[in-house]
């Protein structure tokens, strides 16, 4: 897991501009070290290509596959992230579920950091690829109506509000995504269905508080 833990400790520095035919010339290790740099400075689509050609040196490199996975959730690719996960889930089978557990984690975690500093579309990508990933999260569809309500867009987070509270991972255990809903409601025009879902977020705190 050491090349994961590297890929989500991202700090802004420099970072080096290589084509992709020299990263491809490269040794493992210098490939290695251009992952590195290209992650701290937030650069995926240097990164995943970087993988992809040391992933071309040895295919069975689990930490490798595992690496392009994430960088791919980064990148809001869907299909390639699934296409990762299952390479290292055929490599090593209960340690390529642990990985997809792990990085789906740490994902959640660097989307709501991208949230809260206001990157709206970096942090949809995420929520975007990590939903097709695990379509039935209610988790996930709850920050996502919270970040869609940021982004104003109120059709959206009240669709995917309407899933968190459908498949409910604790997230409304004190009606938060009620509450969520209401809000969106509030801000399409939509009063009485706001007060409504209001109203059931404050029956299910009294439930909780006792």
Not at 48 to 71: C, N, Y
Not at 118 to 138: F, H, M, T, W
Not at 186 to 192: K, L, Q, T, V, W
Request: with cysteine; glycine share 8%; hydrophobic share 40%.
């Amino acid at each position: 897991m050491k090349l994961l833990s590297i890929l989500f400790a991202i700090a802004l520095i420099g970072c080096s501009d290589h084509s992709e035919e020299e990263q491809d010339a490269r040794t493992p290790e210098e490939l290695r070290t251009a992952i590195e740099v290209a992650m701290k400075s937030e650069d995926f689509p240097t990164a995943e290509k970087a993988l992809t050609a040391l992933i071309g040196h040895d295919p069975d490199d689990f930490d490798s596959v595992g690496g392009r996975a994430a960088v791919r959730v980064f990148l809001g690719d869907a299909a390639g992230a699934q296409e990762d996960f299952e390479a290292a889930i055929k490599i090593d089978a209960e340690k390529g579920e642990k990985m997809k557990l792990f990085i789906a984690e740490q994902s959640i975690w660097r989307a709501r950091e991208f949230d809260m500093k206001k990157r709206y579309p970096e942090a949809l990508k995420i929520y975007d690829v990590l939903l097709a990933l695990y379509p039935e999260s209610g988790m996930i569809y709850h920050d996502r109506g919270g970040l869609k309500t940021s982004m104003g867009n109120y059709d959206g987070a009240i669709a995917d509000l309407t899933k968190a509270i459908e498949f409910d991972e604790g997230n409304n255990s004190a009606g938060d995504s009620l509450t969520l809903r209401a809000r969106a409601k509030r801000a399409s025009g939509d009063e009485a269905g706001a007060k409504a879902d209001d109203a059931k977020s404050a029956e299910i705190r009294k439930t909780f508080r006792k």
